[in-house]
């Protein structure tokens, strides 16, 4: 049974991470909080163990595509465990957790600018691998190989400092009936319906309206909860991506969304 620093785990494991092994286990263990078994605060170095569920399928063209699930008990709870489950390729089942939130940059000159942020990640974490070579994170490598920048800081005032431009052929869009779309290549990344009738949607939008791009925070390990986005695991674990994306559409939508939240609120 492999140990690494004071984790035990699975040593089938190796066969799905390769290199990235120690990273992924040691980062599992820094993010668990309690244990999954008994529900006890863990104490930092104590023995435990790395439970791993994984999803294996395969896409039509043969890249296969992972995903991983982990918990961690104390060692006295459970010893390590690693299931693998086989199931059928289905592109539309990715499940993506997202914040949209508006931040303030204050300039030099001291003006005050406003930028719109789509924050998102998957849960579980989507992996995948191309003709038996490296494992790779769909949400780090392929953002940054079309422009997307690593974030070092968790600071928001460093990442706004820090975000440039991705390649020309990534682009937003949003549809007349608030669908917004996230392409890389051609290839939707992430998308979303957008509700003209909420009065948050329509803030957003028009501030989007306004900057005529988006701020995309991605990557693995964010924590996308009902109160709030934490980014401190991804800036720590060099899983946090970012970049600024033009966008498209979205003058039509975000006036009629208006109107229509001026009226609710009449
Ligand atoms: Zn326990």
Known sequence: MPTTRNVAWDGRLQAFKGRDITHYVTTAADLAKTCASCRA?????????????????????????????????????????????????????LSPVAARV?????????????????????????????????????????????????AVSHDYAAILEQAAEADANCRITVAPEGLLRLRLDGEILYREQLHPGSADDAEWLQAVARAGHILVISGDNLNITETGLDIHAAAQHGTLVIGTVPVSGVGSFASAAQHRAQRHAR
């Open 41 to 93: 605060p863990l104490e930092t170095d104590e023995p435990v163990s790395l439970l791993v569920e994984i999803t294996q399928s395969w896409a039509p063209d043969g890249t296969e595509y992972l995903t991983f699930t982990d918990a961690v008990c104390h060692r006295r709870c459970s010893g390590p465990v690693l299931t693998v489950r086989q199931t059928p390729w289905e592109p539309d089942t």
């Open 102 to 150: 508006l931040l303030t940059q204050k300039s030099k000159s001291g003006r005050t600018r406003v930028v719109p942020v789509l924050a998102f990640t998957f849960v579980p974490v989507l992996s995948f691998r191309e003709d038996g070579g490296e494992l790779t994170s769909a949400l780090v490598a392929l953002p940054l190989a079309r422009g997307f920048q690593l």
